[in-house]
């Protein structure tokens, strides 16, 4: 393209248009095709956008009348809420106040015999009754051991109607009073038992047993056992030696078995010391005036003091639980190293290995079931056992959660025990060496005895050393200890194991080595597989629970219950027993059969999260009508979030289970109830509700909806005892949160 100018005009002169190949013409037949494809495409847009147009129209007219419906059901469940309110709180009130006059009657009928029997026991309650008591006690000087003992168990009976008192207190001006008063007989009970032992040991010439020259004796009740040994001969050859009937013993060095020494094994199925540090170290919790108690189902530990050599040793049996905070990395390492430790294949078997500084301290004996040795002892401190129990309180009113201050701390370093993650089991053990008292001696006739008010004196076989390292505790003499894990109890999965520490008064695990378990039980019972409750009766039902590994039936009639199982466990003083509700539930968690939950077991436990004052309402409602409708766990209650709870209902009587077929799904909601249109099988969860089904304020009334009417007036007919001891199961054992 070239640009000139000419008599001032611009002018362009273009380049010629090179000539293209044109395409074949289109013949009629062709125009005519794509005349008729163009016309049929253009009607099918059409077609499509119109029934795309009919669907968005049915689907807003669906909507709407979806929420016509809605609105409607609302407006009808807004219009009764008042009366199905007032009915609920008609009943509940009904029932409340029946369950208090039966209480109150019995309580006072309990001290009205108690008056008539004259009895010297007293009131824990009434603070000059029990001062009495203890002044009269301690300054008694009976010396008996069979009297002792039954001393003993008087005023172990006082110690849990006092730690009872602690639980249910609603005043706290009370609790410095009920917990000096404990303390005291806790003190007092060990000290008895300790005096009885310095008589006997004293007149151990006496009772020399013939094959070894040693003395040794047994003595045992209901909540002790206790071992004596006296060494007579100082045999260095001794080695060891195992108390026939209860399964303990212990192994020595030649330098103990050389010693003018004593030992004693002391084994109490109670446990003060827990009491104790969780007085020192946690606060005591107000009970608000409408609880429901429900005790602690923590992981287990058995408890072996050894005040030999100035420290406790304690058996622990951690359930593995989830952990959710932070603050548990420190306990799940603790957790790792157990596990990384070796176990032998033997079943029955238990062997606890403790350094000791250098110095003689060795004790080590087998047994069948279990064994404690090579135990390291560090002059131990005075002790007790028992299993703890703790009281979850949920209340139908908002509170607040714990606080975080609670947690448990002992100080930098230290590897104590979170009693609120672990629960002693199987009470305590103690081991003990003291110098054996002067001995009397026969000259001419005549028994000569060294005369001393002086108590028995510990022996200290080794210097304690605080900076030893820790090649020099791998090198310490070990002294073997064995025990024999108590039948009353149950571990459902392998137990750790730890020691008092009397000055910071609490159970640590460091310090310990080599400790294995050879029954093995590696598992934990929560969170469950699956729950129902099935009526069986008039005032009787069926409560099953299926846990992490045992499944266990709890029969209810009227205000008894009865644990089964079809698992054997050799529990027969648990198993096929009717008793009350609470006393059961202290009953399973002394043989480590945990389903209870406690204020802290949701920090360790998986669980659905749900509201407790929620479930606390669905728990109140359920029991009302756990006489004629069957409940039971749903897969959606996991799924439908911490605002909702899903649960299977149906109407049911009879011991065989419910047809599938029977079952309906139900939404529980914070401001309303309403049936599920999905079902157990279905693909995804929708909180769409029923076509045939309304809304109800109450979880009652939207049961009855689907109810007969002889259904229904059961219900009005049920005992109120039976109805208070399935709702304090359910607030016990929260199913809803905990499946």
């Not at 016509?68 to 807004?78: G, V």
């Not at 003091?305 to 932070?326: A, G, N, Y």
């Not at 005895?449 to 076989?461: E, I």
């Not at 109140?620 to 897969?635: D, G």
Request: hydrophobic share 35%; with cysteine.
């Amino acid at each position: 393209m070239n640009y000139f100018l000419t008599n001032g005009y611009q002018c362009v002169v273009m380049a010629p248009k090179k000539k293209g190949k044109k395409g074949p013409k289109l013949t009629k037949a062709e125009k005519a095709r794509l005349k008729i494809e163009e016309e049929e495409r253009r009607v099918r847009e059409e077609e499509e956008a119109r029934i795309q147009a009919e669907r968005e129209e049915q689907e807003r007219l669906e909507r709407q009348r979806r929420q016509e419906i809605l609105d409607r059901l609302e407006a009808k469940d807004s219009k009764r809420r008042g009366g199905e309110l007032g009915e609920l709180r008609s009943l509940l009130d009904q029932n409340y106040l029946a369950v208090m006059k039966y209480k109150n009657d019995v309580a006072q009928m309990s001290k009205w015999e108690k008056y008539m029997q004259c009895s010297d026991i007293p009131d824990p309650a009434v603070q000059q009754e029990i001062n009495t008591f203890i002044s009269l006690w301690r300054d008694d000087p009976e010396r008996s051991v069979k009297t002792v003992l039954k001393q003993c168990n008087v005023a172990l009976k006082l110690i849990e109607e006092l730690a009872t008192l602690l639980r249910e207190v609603t005043d706290e001006e009370h609790i410095p009073k009920y917990q000096e008063a404990l303390l005291h007989l806790q003190d007092i009970v060990y000290a008895k038992i300790l005096n009885t032992n310095i008589d006997i040991l004293k007149g151990a010439s006496n009772s020399i047993d013939t094959e070894t020259g040693n003395m040794q004796a047994v003595i045992k009740d209901d909540n002790t056992t206790l071992c004596l040994w006296a060494n007579l001969m100082r045999n260095p050859r001794f080695k060891c030696l195992t108390f026939e009937g209860v399964g303990m013993g212990f192994e020595l060095t030649k330098q103990l078995a050389a010693s003018n020494i004593a030992l004693r094994i002391l084994h109490t199925n109670y446990d003060h010391l827990s009491t104790l540090s969780r007085m020192t170290h946690m606060k005591t919790t107000i009970a608000p005036p409408r609880s429901i108690e429900s005790p602690s189902p923590l992981p287990k530990f058995l408890v072996i003091p050894c005040p030999m050599v100035s420290r406790l040793r304690t058996f622990f049996e951690d359930i593995p639980l989830e952990v959710t905070e932070e603050g548990d990395e420190a306990e799940e390492t603790q957790e790792e190293t157990q596990e990384d430790k070796p176990a032998e294949e033997q079943e029955q078997e238990q062997t606890v290995e403790e350094e000791v500084p250098p110095a003689p301290e060795s004790e080590g004996a087998k047994h069948s079931e279990s064994q404690l040795s090579r135990a390291s002892m560090q002059h131990a401190e005075d002790g007790d056992g028992q299993i703890v129990t703790q009281v979850e309180v949920l209340v139908a009113e908002a509170t607040p959660p714990p606080p975080d201050d609670d947690l448990m701390v002992y100080g930098e370093g230290v590897e104590a025990v979170d009693l609120r993650k672990y629960t002693p089991l199987g009470g305590v053990f103690y081991y003990e060496l003291f110098h054996l008292p002067p001995q009397s001696y026969q000259v001419k006739g005549w028994e000569i005895r060294k005369m001393s008010d002086a108590g028995l004196k510990v022996f200290q076989s080794i210097a304690e050393k605080s900076n030893q390292t820790e090649d020099e505790e791998a090198a310490s003499p070990l002294v073997g200890l064995s025990v024999n894990v108590p039948d009353a109890v149950v571990f459902l999965e392998t137990p750790l194991v730890g020691r008092w520490d009397a000055e910071g008064k609490f159970w640590r695990m460091d310090g310990i080595s080599g400790f294995s378990y050879r029954k093995h039980h590696t598992y934990a019972n929560f969170p469950f597989r699956s729950w129902e409750l099935r009526p069986v009766g008039k005032d009787s039902a069926l409560f099953s629970i299926n846990g992490a590994l045992i499944d266990l039936c709890i029969t209810i009639q009227g205000n008894q219950c009865m644990l089964q199982s079809e698992r054997e466990v050799g529990l027969t003083d648990l198993f096929n027993k009717w008793m009350s509700a609470p006393d059961l539930q202290q009953a399973m968690l002394k043989a480590g059969i945990n389903i209870f939950v406690n204020e802290h077991t949701d920090k360790f436990v998986t669980s659905c999260r749900k509201d407790p004052l929620m479930e606390h309402v669905v728990y109140e409602q359920m029991a009302l009508f756990a006489s004629v409708c069957a409940f039971s766990w749903s897969k959606w209650n996991a799924q439908c979030g911490p605002e909702h709870i899903v649960i299977k209902v149906c109407e049911h009587q009879g011991p065989d289970p419910a047809p599938e077929d029977l079952w309906n799904l139900y939404l529980v909601g914070a401001q309303r109830f309403q049936k599920l249109e999905i079902t157990e099988t279905s693909e995804v969860f929708c909180a769409d509700h029923h076509p045939d089904s309304e809304f109800h304020s109450t979880f009652i009334h939207m049961l009855q909806d689907n109810m007969s009417h002889e259904g229904i007036c059961l219900t009005r007919e049920t005992h109120f005892l039976f109805v208070d001891t399935v709702q304090s199961l359910f607030c016990a054992i929260r199913p809803l949160m905990f499946c």
